[in-house]
Nanobody
Framework: QVQLVESGGGLVQAGGSLRLTCTAS??????MGWFRQAPGKEREFVAA????????NYADSVKGRFTISRDNAKNTGYLQMNRLKPEDTAVYYC?????????????????WGQGTQVTVSS
């Protein structure tokens, strides 16, 4: 099975930036995505990308501030987060899908990392 590990989370002031990294245990050509979950809330979609086509999708709440990218040769995905807001505070997860289209629903993904905490202070 594909295993994913997130890194790069931390504490940052509002308006600051972080870059999250997702490393995969094996090479995969499936779509990948980023989700986040705050305490007491449901896991929500953040961003997703295809493997080769460059097609991306972003939640309205992060559009224009976050950028998803991939380095397929390194089995690695990235989420660049700029102009962070306190409302962005959550555990961030990367996810991969066995095959198919770029998706926004958590149930559409098959593999998940353990998450990395992002805390944005006001």
């Amino acid at each position: 099975q594909v295993q994913l590990v997130e890194s790069g989370g931390g504490l940052v002031q509002a308006g600051g930036s972080l870059r999250l990294t997702c490393t995969a245990s094996e090479r995969t050509f499936s779509p990948m995505g980023w989700f986040r979950q705050a305490p007491g809330k449901e896991r929500e979609f953040v961003a997703a990308s295809s493997w080769n086509s460059g097609k991306t999708n972003y939640a309205d709440s992060v559009k224009g501030r976050f950028t998803i990218s991939r380095d397929n040769a390194k089995n690695t995905g990235y989420l660049q987060m700029n102009r962070l807001k306190p409302e962005d505070t959550a555990v961030y997860y990367c996810a991969a899908r066995r095959s198919g289209l770029v998706a926004t629903a958590p149930n559409d993904y098959n593999y998940w990392g353990q998450g990395t905490q992002v805390t944005v202070s006001s």
